[in-house]
């Protein structure tokens, strides 16, 4: 096992798109930022300068951290942010992992632009994949591009004032030719294929709140892992991503040489009167031709969309072919490509037993509280309340920064700080979550439930096999609901459409092969059911991975507790951890 180590600068750089100077916050000046590539088995460490005017955490969307949620990188409930002018250094393993996970900022709204790939090869080298050897491996990073202030775009979320839409969607940070004005690299993002090579596509949702459905004309993908765990093969000419997960596929050249636009496209359940506006994207796929100066061990493929003469194949003038995108609105085919995953061994690891040790059903939906100072407030009336997100109808309230953080407050069993609160394990009330007349701003009277913040934890021995049943309502219509846990996989048992029935859809769980995933889609007006394995010590956030519910509160703290041995319980603090209100330094001099 060797180490690797990055250095992490943060700063505000200014990038043009859509013919504009914007001023973004990003890693080392890079959009996206620097692809960290790692064997099973590494050590990682990261040092974050943070040369930006916010507070900045980096957490590794995916890595399990085990025992080690010190370095899981969410403010206040891992660690003290890392304040302008301050430094950090992440360290941590990479164990039994293999596959594409991603980093990203975990502070309001800065996600967007402070992101990039986590690969993972195996430990055995790239023959030990599961599937043929790879020509060559590419981040697809799919994301948004922001020309408002994203700082200023979070704070107003967190009010519930949705004030901006992103300004277009990128491929590996490029807008591409959909936009009138694409600046840098017009055609955005340019893949530069080899006629009967195959490519390893690490596709990553960095969006802040659409899913995506991503094609290229004229090919299909053979879809090999999501959430780096490997899947049984499966063909598709497209793929649904929603935010946070990610999807390797295969892609084989083997199209008639010429140019292919790939396209992405934000899915968008369809709502009664309210219409987002479509950003799709597209990049390009451009075929070499074997002969010519670009043949031979001194041609170097473009990732960036430069031009290079006489290496297109013989149709390059001729117009690219536009692939034929799902409807905006279908909802079904990302039903379908999730529904298809299926793990590819028997999950030895991830004990799927019938043995449940915690249930619990978690209704995600709306609701309100009364703006500060307003004892009672009218419901409905945006100027005496705030619509908030919820689980189970209490809303998550985050730690204040000037608190100690959760995981240290655990550790050190200095009990509760602020309000915490156990989440609930069943909703209040029972109602047809799928009922219209649950749709806000919808002509009738608006069904939310008044509600209330805390800061919500749950507690989990040691070991504890958990089932969660997670229920989208019709209130979230229109939304996607990716739900995330951090230090643990989950099992995926089943999905439905409707109410969640615990006979009927219990009785259908895949015992066989379920898919593990660290971030699971609740299907539009419908459900899913996991299952994980309490088994890592520590306080870890579970969160939507929708930016704006995510601020709105859709969020929760899981503690599990230590085993009974040393190599089961969670260790101290590494040396010289900050706390919060002093210096965050850590960098060695
Ligand atoms: Cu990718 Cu808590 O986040």
Known sequence: AESVEHTFVVSQTKMTRLCKETLVTVVNGQLPGPTIEVTDGDSVTVHVVNRSPSNITIHWHGVKQFRNGWFDGVPMITQCPIMPNKNFTYRFNVVRQEGTLWWHAHVPGLRATLHGAFVIRPRHGAESYPFPKPHREVPVIIGDWWEKDLVEVAKNMTKNIFTAYASASTVNGLVGDLFNCSGVAKEGYVLDVEPGKTYLLRIINAGLFSEFYLKIAGHKFTVVAADANYVSPFTTDVIAIAPGE???????????????YMVALPNQAPLPDTQTPEYATRGMVQYKVSQGPCSGPTSVSSSRGTEEEGCRGPSSGDVPIV?????????????????????????????????VDERMFIVLGLGTICKQGHKFCKRGNSNEDILVATMNNVSFQPPAVTSTPLLEAHYYHTGPCGKMQDLPKMPPKLFNFTD??????????????????????????????????????????????????????????????GNYDPVKDGARYNHVNPPVKNTVLVPNLGWIAVRFVANN?????????????????????????????????????????????????????
């Not at 608006?446 to 021995?461: C, G, H, N, S, W």
């Open 323 to 355: 692939p034929e995108m799902p409807d905006i609105h279908d909802t079904v085919t990302s039903f379908y490509f999730h529904s298809n995953l299926t793990s590819l061994r028997h999950h030895a690891r991830l004990p799927v037993q019938r043995r």
């Open 436 to 497: 219209e007349a649950l749709i806000p701003f919808g002509p009738k009277e608006m069904r939310l439930e008044p509600t209330y913040k805390a800061t919500l934890v749950r507690r989990f021995q040691h070991g504890a096999i958990v089932e969660i049943v997670f229920q989208s309502t019709a209130m979230l219509q229109g939304d996607s609901n990716p739900m995330h846990l951090h230090g643990h996989d989950m099992v995926v048992l089943a999905q439905g459409l």
């Open 246 to 260: 990610t999807v390797d596929a295969l892609l084989i050249a083997d199209a008639p040489p010429g140019r292919y």
């Open 537 to 589: 010590p520590g306080v870890w956030f579970m969160h939507c991975h929708y930016e704006f519910h995510l601020s709105m509160g859709m969020a929760a703290v899981f503690i599990v507790e230590d085993g009974p041995t040393m190599d089961t319980s969670l260790p101290p603090p590494p040396a010289n951890f900050p706390t919060c209100g002093h210096d965050i330094d850590l960098m060695p001099k």
